[in-house]
């Protein structure tokens, strides 16, 4: 379920915004998103919200390519989700820089 609504997602993001930085900002909203969830479950300790968490939603997208690859498949994702985030810092690094001036 949840790899097909990231799938979705992505999808429609390539179809509407069409350019690559869109594309990361979108897989690095993602993974922030999942990320605050995991942390807002183990933070908040509510028995509703843990199940819910738990049973639709992965810790992060490393996670998500780990439960649904394995061998030369899963490392060629990860090498990919590793340059993604190198792109997405990229990007922050340049924007931060810009509006000092």
Request: glycine residues 2%; contains cysteine.
């Amino acid at each position: 379920m949840d790899l097909i609504i990231l799938l979705v997602l992505l999808v429609l993001t390539i179809i509407f915004f069409r350019r690559f930085s869109n594309i990361v900002y979108v897989i690095c909203i993602i993974d922030m998103f999942l990320r605050i969830l995991d942390r807002l479950d183990h933070l908040l300790g509510v028995r509703e919200f843990s199940n819910l968490v738990n049973k639709y939603f992965h810790n992060s997208l490393l996670d998500v390519i780990n439960s649904y690859t394995t061998g030369p498949v899963n490392l060629i994702l990860v090498w990919l989700l590793l340059i993604i985030y190198i792109i997405f810092l990229i990007y922050v690094i340049k924007a931060f820089f810009r509006k000092k001036k």
